[in-house]
Each structure stands twice: as C-alpha cells, then as structure tokens.
C-alpha cells in the first residue's frame, strides 16, 4: 500500500518538474527572440530590443518565484528528507 509521504513526494517532484519546464520554456522564447534580434534566427520572440529588456526583467522575476516554488514544494514534500 502507497503511504501519504510518498504520494507527497511524488506530487512534489511532479510540481518542481512543472515549475522547471515553466522556466525553460520562458528563456527559451527569449533567447530565441534576441537571436532574432540579432538576425541569426528567422522568427519568434520579442520584436524589439525594448522588449527584449523587458521580457528578461520579466523572465527572472518568473524564474526567482518558480525557484521559490519549487523549495516551498520540496519542503511540503519531504523530498530530500529520510
């Protein structure tokens, strides 16, 4: 039988995951777009440096609560815990 910790820690590994891709998925459309900027990539992105600064303003704020996320439902999980 599956206990309630261990259906923490998967709920919490599966959320951490979720947040993760979340992060990737946001710099990658940056990157993207100042590749596009840069006249290395064909389309995507911010159209503007001005929006490149702001979509990386915007990226870390993402990313720093993600991580925060991501250690608040690690801890509820146990995850790290024996």
């Not at 947040?19 to 990658?28: C, D, E, H, P, V």
């Not at 064909?42 to 490149?52: K, L, M, R, S």
Request: glycine content about 14%; aromatic content about 10%.
């Amino acid at each position: 039988m599956v206990s309630l910790g261990e259906v923490k820690i998967s709920i919490a590994t599966a959320i951490a995951a979720a947040f993760g891709f979340i992060i990737a998925l946001i710099w990658k459309e940056i990157i993207i777009g100042i590749m596009v900027l840069a006249g290395m990539w064909q389309e995507g992105g911010p159209t503007t440096w001005a929006n490149a600064g702001v979509a990386i303003v915007s990226a870390i704020i993402i990313t720093l609560v993600c991580i925060f996320g991501i250690l608040y439902i690690s801890k509820w999980g146990g995850i790290g815990k024996k």
